[in-house]
């Protein structure tokens, strides 16, 4: 599908009705939710503001991380995706299940939650961005390398499941946008996932198996719907130092050392470290340098 004109438009339409795989269930929302409160934690422990303006990199289909933020204080949410993929339906169902769940999530202002439910409910013409305008959310697709923003006027930039389909020049542009437009106290939030994403569906293989390919040979199974950049953890710390970023608190997960070491590494991830590569899950948060 890649390769169709109009990837994204057919790639929606398999995933909706072949896969199924656009519904809203409560386990992935709690998930998504849990997210967005990591990255409430991070602000917090950095000694932010209560009261913020926020960044979210990677819209997605559900906009359930910037409608939790503007739950518990963000006055200002804008959204950035390189593509457009929100939907009025999506938006709608995502805030009832704000609504639905609001006893297993944190609720700061629940005047917003109210203000949630009645758009959910009630009948009219807005579209997916018109709907989250009403709740300070402004969804911009673009290129995050050049935000229209003014300088020092953000709080929180954070991305979830994002950073790995980014090539890594473009990661650099945009920290370095990010550092542009923060403020002297702006934090950056970011959960990586650093497996194979092939690995999710197909249980034959491990989170490790791009690490057999040299690059000639990933270009192959690489695309322009699902591109993965195999950077491993100490690429993303060099990343952020150079874009002018410290972080100060991280956490990873860590695989399996069998099952890593079952496989023939490519020459270009041999000269890693091996705790590095055992790295599939990452969680950074950062403060300007």
Not at 29 to 34: A, E, S
Not at 78 to 83: F, L, N, P, R
Request: glycine share 6%; aromatic share 8%.
């Amino acid at each position: 599908m890649s390769a169709l004109p109009q990837a994204q438009r057919w790639n929606r339409f398999f995933q909706r009705h072949v896969t199924s795989s656009l519904v809203l269930e409560d386990d992935y929302f709690l998930r998504k939710w849990g997210h967005c409160e990591e990255h409430l934690d991070a602000l917090a422990a950095a000694g932010g503001p209560a009261s913020f303006t926020a960044v979210e990199l990677g819209t997605g289909w559900f906009p359930v991380v910037p409608l939790g933020l503007v739950l518990n204080g963000a006055e200002r949410v804008w959204s950035v995706d390189i593509h457009p993929m929100l939907e009025r339906a999506a938006v709608v169902e995502t805030m009832r299940r704000y609504v639905q769940l609001a006893d297993r999530v944190r609720v700061a202002r629940p005047s917003t939650l109210d203000r949630m439910a009645e758009l959910a409910e009630a009948p009219g013409t807005r579209d997916a961005a018109g709907l989250l305008a009403e709740l300070g959310i402004d969804v911009r697709a673009t290129d995050a390398r050049t935000l229209d923003l003014p300088v020092s006027s953000v709080d929180l930039f954070v991305s979830n499941n994002t950073l790995e389909h980014i090539a890594p020049d473009v990661i650099l542009g945009i920290l370095e946008e990010f550092r542009r437009v923060a403020r002297p106290s702006g934090v950056m939030s970011h959960f990586i996932d650093l497996a194979d994403h092939y690995a999710h569906f197909d249980r034959r293989i491990t989170p490790f198996n791009f690490l057999r390919y040299d690059e000639d040979r990933w270009r192959l199974f690489n695309n322009r719907l699902h591109y993965q950049n195999r950077l491993r953890a100490s690429d993303y710390r060099r990343l952020h130092e150079q874009a002018g970023w410290r972080i100060v608190d991280e956490h990873v997960r860590r695989g399996s050392r069998k099952r890593l070491r079952s496989l023939t590494l490519a020459g270009s991830f041999r000269g890693y470290d091996e705790d590095d590569l055992l790295v599939h899950k990452a969680s950074m948060t950062s403060v300007l340098a």
